[in-house]
């Protein structure tokens, strides 16, 4: 995106000290698993925040995440 002098990608490259992203090489598995989660919790945002039955939600969210092909989670 640098590259491409996308205009989002240099400001944060600028404000955050010019520190570059690591390549974190998740598998596509945890790519979709992410933006998905990326996707519900953005749209949940759009209907107004929160529900009581967000909270049911979101700890089955916590304990997808330890299920990724990086292997077991670290504490």
């Known amino acids: 995106m640098l590259t491409e002098k996308d205009p989002v990608a240099v400001a944060l490259f600028k404000k955050y000290n ?13 790519v979709k698993m992410l933006l998905d989660y990326f996707e519900s919790k953005t749209a949940a945002a759009a209907q107004g925040g929160h529900s009581p039955s967000d909270k049911s939600e979101s700890a089955g969210a916590e304990s997808d995440s330890t299920k990724t092909s990086q292997g077991p989670a670290r504490d």
């Open 18 to 30: 010019k520190v570059k992203m690591p390549n974190l090489h998740l598998a596509p598995v945890d």
